[in-house]
């Protein structure tokens, strides 16, 4: 389940690929720019779905229908973590398992909450929500950069069937905000697309795209949205979906991470 590089190591490949800014090209990591020379001020939004991990459903890898069966795949991939992994791993305990059910509300199933929704966070705050959020820190520590923080919890309300009799309720997955974006449909082989028209799914199209059109025409400042403050799509219809949260997403839980020294993993999930 480890992959063979940290995810700083993964920055440092694709950034060598394809990230540009203001025509030149970056060859060095993003956790590295902070710390760069800059000729012109620039804007950059960091942003992911809150579950990020969880288009793996699709594949039928990673699904879990219960509580335990969270846990035990937790278990597991922390036991072949401590299996493969050659590297220090004292600060991250034994017991930590423990508290991530304490911090993740473990086996506290409501209309907002669920096993496979539970899992999915967790792994997406490893591998990708707490590292944007060290990434927009470091990214702010050049005067010609300010960095914002987006954060997408929104979801299409439907279940998906993985397999014989093995329904998932669905989450903020990997694309979801692609497809929102740039119109619903490239999942349609998964979800019903009369479900996208629902007034949740069109809600979320309109304040994705009316946040694109307003950063892509200066209608974003320090006054209206300061450099530390999140914009949060959330899943509620009401009032609009939208809010700005003065702390980053998953800031107890990624503090508990930092902490354990495991935020230097992308895991395979």
């Known amino acids: 389940d480890l992959l063979l590089f940290t995810m700083k190591q993964w920055y440092q490949r694709r950034v060598r690929e394809f990230a540009v800014l203001d025509g030149t090209l970056v060859t060095s990591d993003p956790f ?31 699904v879990v229908e219960t509580w335990e069966a969270a846990l035990i795949l937790l278990m597991n991939k922390e036991l072949n973590l401590r299996k493969t992994y050659k590297g220090d791993l004292s600060k991250f305990p034994k017991t930590a398992l423990n508290t991530v059910a304490e911090m993740y509300a473990w086996n506290k199933t409501s209309d907002t909450w669920w096993p496979q929704l539970f899992l ?17 820190n470091s990214l702010n520590q050049n005067p010609n950069i300010t960095a914002r923080r987006v954060y997408i919890s ?11 009799g093995v329904s998932v309720p669905w989450s903020s997955m990997h694309g979801w905000d692609t497809e929102a974006l740039f119109g619903y449909g490239y999942y349609t082989p998964y979800y019903k697309l009369n479900t996208t028209n629902q007034e949740h799914s069109q809600r979320f199209l309109r304040n994705l795209r009316d946040f694109v059109g ?32 003065d702390e980053p997403p998953q800031k107890e839980q990624c503090e508990k991470w930092a902490e354990w020294d495991m935020l230097k993993f992308g895991w395979q999930n």
């Open 154 to 164: 929104q979801r299409v309300n439907e279940t998906y069937t993985v397999g014989e």
């Open 214 to 245: 307003s950063v892509v025409w200066g209608k974003v400042s320090d006054s209206t949205w300061p450099s530390g403050v999140t914009l949060h799509f959330t899943n509620k219809d009401f009032p609009g979906s939208l809010k700005l949260e």
């Open 120 to 136: 999915d966070t967790v792994l997406t705050d490893i591998r990708t929500t707490c590292l944007n959020n060290n990434l927009v």
């Open 32 to 62: 590295g720019v902070g710390s760069r020379d800059r000729y012109g001020k620039v804007e950059l939004y960091i942003s992911n779905t809150a579950q990020e991990t969880a288009y793996n459903m699709l594949y039928g890898t990673n």
